[in-house]
């Protein structure tokens, strides 16, 4: 079982930077990506970014690429996402997710908001 814990949204102007983490706790044998997606209201529920560790590897949507970062930290056993440049379409409840490369995503967080103010 994976526990996975987002922190850091909140209220911000366009423009600004937020920073989320994801805090991974649990088993983590049998996963090897974890992914940030956002939901927006009314909107369906979106990829954001992934971070696969076993290749080093990192994805993004192409509406955030140049502008969020995805990357690990391994001391606090977080995969943190970096938002730069926000704009308020990025406004959502963003969720990370834990999973096996090519199997989907089995463990969620609760996620948390991100408002960007015009």
């Known amino acids: 079982q994976v526990q996975l814990v987002e922190s850091g949204g909140g209220l911000v102007q366009a423009g600004d930077s937020l920073r989320l983490s994801c805090a991974v706790a649990?088993?983590?044998?049998?996963?090897?990506?974890i992914g940030w997606f956002r939901q927006a209201p009314g909107k369906e529920r979106e990829f954001v970014a992934a971070?696969?560790?076993?290749?080093?590897?990192?994805y993004y949507a192409d509406s955030v690429k140049g502008r969020f970062t995805i990357s690990r930290d391994n001391a606090k056993n977080t995969v943190d996402l970096q938002m730069n440049s926000l704009k308020p379409e990025d406004t959502a409840v963003y969720s990370c997710?834990?999973?096996?490369w090519g199997t989907g995503y089995r463990y969620w967080g609760q996620g948390t908001q991100v408002t960007v103010s015009s």
């Open positions: 971070f696969r560790w076993s290749a080093g590897t990192t």
């Open positions: 997710a834990a999973g096996q």
């Open positions: 649990g088993r983590t044998f049998g996963t090897d990506t």
